[in-house]
Every structure is written in C-alpha cells, then in structure tokens.
C-alpha cells in the first residue's frame, strides 16, 4: 500500500530545518518537529499524511502547537524545505 501524501503549508523554523536536514545525513529512521499556531502561516510545503494533516489542523484551531514524526520517507521528499 503506498503512502498518499499532502502538500501543507507551514512555516518552518531554522532550527527544524537544521534539524531534518541533520537526520537526513544521519540516516536516522525517523524525527520530531514541532509546530507553533504561529508557524501556521508560512512559504514552507510540506509533504505529510492526512492523519498529519489532522492533527495540525486541530491544535490550530485550538491555538496549540503540536508535535509531528516525520518518517525517513517524509524526510527524503522533503528536502526542497530543507535546502
């Protein structure tokens, strides 16, 4: 079964950037990124799953942050953010 992913638009810190891009290098399996409600808005896309996408848009609309893993899969198509 593949994987659908969906093109989300975030803001992404520098920090969360240095850090995928670290993992990337690494070889690690998987990383945490966290989001802000003000990171909400940003020139960022990002490739996640609809269960991501859930969860990003409820701790939105509830003015909280919210914690995503990103799978070395996700990692790997995301690197266009990364640079």
Do not use: C, W
């Amino acid at each position: 079964m593949t994987t659908k992913y969906i093109h989300f638009k975030v803001a992404i810190p520098v920090d969360q950037k240095t850090e995928i891009r670290h993992a990337l290098h690494s070889g690690v399996d998987s990383i945490s990124i966290r989001l802000k409600p003000e990171d909400q808005t940003g020139g960022d896309v990002i490739s996640l799953t609809q269960t991501q996408v859930n969860k990003l848009k409820k701790a939105y609309e509830l003015n909280k942050g919210a914690t995503i893993n990103i799978s070395k899969t996700q990692i790997k198509r995301n690197l266009k953010i990364v640079g």
